[in-house]
């Protein structure tokens, strides 16, 4: 009797395949770059135009906080329903509707004829940037290959850094007057967003919960070696089954047992990637350095433009190279450490300056400004930036991950809203020295939560992490199990 034999595979035929493969992931990292654009642009946007802004209108400081945290407002309602969004019509709608919304938000506030009217539009583009911030990272955690899925999802983070960078370098080329075409050219990545949008496929893992097998094959076919779909699609399927059996998830069973300690390791990511002061120096660049003595526009725009923009941009390619092979928790430890010590300088900076270097133009402390400046952004953009996206993306079931990811996204820009909403307050309150030493401390905070709480998740997938969870255990445990390079 013979033994049938397995066809010998084609290697032109392989070699096409994985082609298209990287065609797709490549496409995937491109909508999650282009959302990560929009939010980062609309961040980066704001210092540049907040001077021509309050010439425009006579506003004070109280004011001018409302006009840059309003949007952090608009994205903390938006990402509260995102995640349900997600989960009732999919991933690829809500990043549609995401980009909409933004292009609006960007139009309104290129037109807006008082404040009352660029508030209204800084809020429906926090709109847009609330389910970006949701369903980008979410989708790419989805849909990348397991092996590079940090690198993948950590394309979002540096995408933020480059829409600040653009934002800055058009701040630069224009003057503080021409804030309303800043604002318009906003409307870009919201238009790069919907075009990638429509060309990549909805998440296979969205198509398994809906009992769609069919399409959930062909989704995970274009991201996946022949060999591997079917073991990954019964992976997905497992997972499901187990979910489904239980019903529907509510918001209850997100702050179950079951979940809360994914959940406090996410809204705790989240808020401390906020409270490190991050936003503060984002949207308060400009005014930052002209306390530490650079008193022209220009020199505050270049110190901007450079010390955090650039900086932002390249450090954050340390993250996307190294993720997936170093793992999350050492780039966190990393990050913290970098952090505190250059919020530390830049505090002992302010507390040395004397009220004669005030206007005095570039100073010791504007120097000891720019260089901890530089140091602390660039420990953020390869730890706490791309890192806490990836880990909240990655840690939380299939069940409830819609909901989870929503919640403690949400955590994050409740935290942002708080910040860019007190800080000038606290720096005129306390001062400038008190509010970065502050910032400091809550790196200390954090370096602590991350020992304590966070789980190293390199090299595995969504499922083995949620049966990580299930088994309890210490994160001891987790990284005596966590696969090798």
């Not at 949008?197 to 769609?212: D, I």
């Not at 702050?255 to 949207?283: E, H, W």
Request: proline share 4%; charged share 15%; aromatic share 10%.
């Amino acid at each position: 009797m013979s033994v049938p034999q397995t066809a010998p595979s084609d290697p032109q035929v392989d070699q096409q395949r994985s082609k298209s493969v990287r065609k797709w992931v490549l496409l995937i990292a491109l909508v999650t770059f282009f959302a990560g654009l929009l939010f980062g642009y609309d961040q980066g946007v704001i210092a540049g135009a907040l001077k021509g802004i309050g010439n425009s209108f006579d506003v004070g400081v109280g004011a001018k906080q409302i006009i840059t945290s309003w949007v952090t407002l608009g994205a903390l309602l938006a990402a509260l329903v995102a995640g349900m969004s997600a989960d009732h019509f999919g991933r690829r709608p809500v990043l549609l509707t995401a980009g909409l919304l933004f292009i609006a938000g960007a139009i309104i506030q290129s037109i807006s004829s008082g404040v009352e009217i660029l508030v209204v539009g800084r809020l429906i583009t926090g709109f847009g940037i609330g389910f970006a911030s949701v369903i980008a990272p979410l989708y790419a955690a989805e849909m990348a290959p397991r092996r590079i899925r940090g690198r993948i999802v950590s394309t979002y983070q540096l995408a933020i850094t480059f829409g600040i960078f653009l934002a800055y370098l058009v701040s630069d080329l224009m003057n503080s007057t021409q804030w309303r075409t800043m604002f318009l050219l906003a409307a870009i990545p919201g238009v790069l967003l919907i075009i990638g949008v429509m060309l990549v496929p909805e998440s296979s893992r969205w198509f398994v919960k809906m009992g769609r097998k069919d399409k959930a094959r062909a989704s995970l076919a274009k991201v996946t070696e022949p060999a591997d779909v079917d073991k990954e699609l019964a992976d997905v399927e497992a997972q499901v089954a187990a979910e489904s059996a239980e019903g529907e998830a509510t918001w209850a069973e997100v702050f179950s047992p079951r979940v809360r300690k994914a959940l406090i390791v996410g809204v705790g990511l989240a808020i401390f990637q906020q409270i490190t002061g991050i936003n503060a120096i984002i949207y308060y660049a400009n005014t930052i350095f002209e306390s530490a003595g650079l008193v022209s526009t220009k020199s505050q725009t270049m110190a901007t433009l450079y010390c955090v923009g650039l900086t932002n941009v390249l450090a954050t390619f340390v993250a996307v190279a190294y993720i997936d092979r170093f793992g999350r928790r050492p780039l966190l430890f990393m990050g913290l450490v970098g952090m505190f010590f250059s919020l530390c300088a830049v505090a002992l900076g302010f507390a040395t300056q004397s009220p004669a270097d005030t206007g005095a133009g570039t100073s010791i402390v504007g120097i000891i400004t720019m260089v901890g400046l530089v140091v602390f952004i660039a420990s953020f953009a390869f730890s706490l930036g791309p890192v806490v996206w990836t880990i909240i993306s990655e840690i939380y079931p299939g069940r409830v991950r819609g909901k989870a990811v929503s919640f403690a996204t949400a955590a994050n820009w409740g935290a942002a809203f708080l910040v860019a909403e007190f800080f000038l307050t606290l720096t005129n309150g306390i001062g400038e020295s008190a509010t970065f030493f502050l910032f400091a401390a809550m790196c200390i905070l954090g370096f602590i939560f991350v020992w304590r709480y966070v789980p190293e998740t390199r090299g595995r997938s969504l499922e083995e992490i949620q049966q990580m969870w299930d088994k309890g255990g210490s994160i001891a445990e987790w990284d005596e199990t966590a696969p090798r390079p």
